[in-house]
């Protein structure tokens, strides 16, 4: 039996590390309103948050607490989703209205996330209603924590920057095109942090290191960002460290996000950062300005060229980025093991992307299924054991079949270890995204793809991010562990896709780990349609 004094000693230790432990918790109340914006020259309604057109940076740290108080002051319902923050254990919280209840008009919501075993650069945006499309977007840093090294020195300074293509329009009638049954036009520009041409500048001093975080919050175009004069060193995407690699240029598709480390030893005078569409005609150019600090001397002449047209440019360079092995940090962990090349696959799923005509209006499907949504946010409905729709309602193959409307729901048992294969038909660079996970990028070729096609697949140091692009008439390879249960959103990232169909819902459960290995419904979680009224248990 230990002494007193000792026994005492050991009780205040633990309680102090106890204390200790616990994460921090980072606030943030924000206001949504519409505003007007003249991103493009011309005034449209745009969504603003605490008054700013892109909202405002979240800064955290690995495993941060984030407390998200969001007033809904526009006059339809809204939902904030966390692009790349994987809500552990917790797909109550996600953002998507297939598990998340909207926030009603003149009401509130309090998001609690925990930023857990994660660190890299993401973005949030609204998911519904195409408000994507009027603003409400802004970046997701989430530092290591101090005692973990990083695999490069502090930069002088941390920007992000957010790209995306742009339509003049005011959201509801770009929405009301969709609505209406046709496919949404050619964007009419594009902006770098909300900007049009040379409406944005970096200030820099000569020899000294800046980190860019990269994001793609656009609706539909790949983007190929670029620096005059300058190489950009890539170094983390999406929560992955990368190999150090230097690129003129770098294509970022739709949805994805990458830092790079630029350094300033060019001569000291303005200089363009250069921001095009990919695959298209014609093709759109924005600028924004690198000003090195001093500099009187103001960009001038065109901005530098990029590739255009390029599949194979932009192939080659995708398969270029690879996983930083000898990088500390959060990664991926299936089975205790970081070998993910030696585990053995459980299952593999094709899903193939189409579009085409249902009732005479423009659809999209996976697996020949265009996603309509319930009245009810399918989380909830599992949850409460109410029913409304069929786990399996989408095949693991693609059936060849014409377009129908269902909503799709594809079930994978818990701590599966699993291939999937995007499958891309069309003629035009798709991008995926799947909430709540982290995946590696083993394979992407052209043509159809087959079993003898894993033979090319890279089972070394892929890298691991939570969005990839499929090039036209190819072919996309991913392993997931799926190591997070919930309901999980797995869609396009082209959002007038996503919004006619082109997305679906991955339960990840076993009966019997259900309750026991995900979190408790949170108890300020909004209740709507089907389960408006009910009570849920206390945290």
Same mark, same amino acid.
């Given at each position: ?52 057109? !892109? ?28 692009? =790349? @923050? ?19 008009? =003149? ?38 924590? !101090? ?48 900007? &049009?041409?040379? =409406? ?54 739709? &949805? ?5 480390? @630029? ?37 001038? &002449? !065109? ?94 193959? !693609? ?141």
């Amino acid at each position: 039996m230990l002494p007193l004094k000792l026994a005492l000693a050991v009780f205040l230790v633990a309680v102090v590390n106890t204390v200790v432990a616990e994460d921090p918790y980072r606030y943030f109340d924000w206001n949504v309103t519409y505003g007007t914006i003249y991103p493009l020259g011309v005034p449209q309604q745009g969504i603003l948050i605490n008054g700013q057109f !892109p909202g405002p940076d979240i800064y955290s740290v690995t495993n941060d607490n984030l407390v998200i108080n969001v007033y809904n002051s526009l006059d339809e319902p809204f939902l904030l989703s966390w692009n =790349g @923050i994987q809500n552990r254990r917790n797909s109550f919280v996600d953002g998507v209205y297939g598990t998340t209840c909207p926030i009603p008009p =003149g009401k509130n919501y309090t998001y609690n996330l925990q930023v857990k075993d994660q660190i890299g650069s993401f973005y949030y945006f609204p998911s519904l209603a195409f408000h994507k499309a009027a603003g409400g977007f802004g970046g997701i840093r989430i530092l290591s924590r !101090p005692r973990i090294p990083v695999p490069f020195s502090d930069p002088a300074n941390d920007y992000t920057i957010l790209i995306g293509d742009w339509y003049t329009k005011n959201h509801t009638a770009s929405r009301a095109i969709l609505d209406g049954g046709k496919k949404l036009p050619f964007p009419d520009g594009i902006l770098i942090n909300g900007r &049009g041409p040379n =409406g944005v500048t970096f200030t820099v001093e000569q020899g000294k290191t800046y980190r860019l975080r990269i994001s793609n919050v656009g609706l539909q175009s790949s983007l190929n960002f670029r620096v005059e004069g300058h190489k950009m060193t890539l170094v983390e995407v999406e929560g992955t460290h990368t190999l150090q690699t230097s690129y003129s240029s770098l294509d970022v598709h739709v &949805g994805q996000s990458y830092s790079v480390l @630029i350094t300033a030893n060019q001569e000291a005078k303005d200089h363009y950062i250069v921001v095009s569409s990919r695959f298209t005609t014609p093709v759109l150019t924005t600028t924004a300005v690198l000003h090195y600090s001093g500099s009187n001397t103001p960009v001038s &002449g !065109p901005p530098p060229g990029g590739p255009t047209i390029q599949i194979d440019w932009s192939l080659n360079q995708a398969r270029s980025i690879r996983t930083n092995l000898t990088a500390s940090g959060p990664r991926p962990n299936p089975q205790g093991s970081y070998h993910y090349g030696m585990i053995n696959t459980t299952k593999t799923i094709r899903l193939a992307s189409s579009a085409g005509q249902v009732n005479g209006k423009q659809r999209y499907a996976v697996n020949s299924v265009s996603f309509v949504p319930l009245d009810t946010p399918l989380k909830l409905l599992d949850y409460f054991k109410v029913g409304g729709f069929k786990v399996g309602s989408i095949s693991n193959a !693609p059936t060849g079949g014409g377009i129908y409307l269902d909503t799709s729901v594809l079930g994978i048992d818990y701590r599966q270890f699993i291939e999937i294969i995007f499958e891309n038909n069309e003629d035009i660079v798709q991008s995926w995204h799947l909430d709540g996970y982290s995946f590696w990028v083993v394979g992407m070729d052209g043509g159809q793809w087959t079993q003898a096609s894993r033979n090319g697949y890279n089972l070394r140091d892929a890298v691991s991010r939570c969005t990839t692009q499929v090039y036209p008439k190819s072919w996309t390879a991913i392993y997931i562990a799926l190591d997070n249960v919930g309901m999980w959103n797995l869609r396009t990232e082209f959002w007038a896709r996503q919004y006619l169909g082109q997305q679906l819902y991955v339960r990840v459960y076993t009966d019997s780990t259900s309750l026991r290995d995900e979190y408790p419904i949170p108890r300020n979680a909004r209740l709507c349609g089907k389960v408006a009224g009910r009570h849920t248990r206390p945290l």
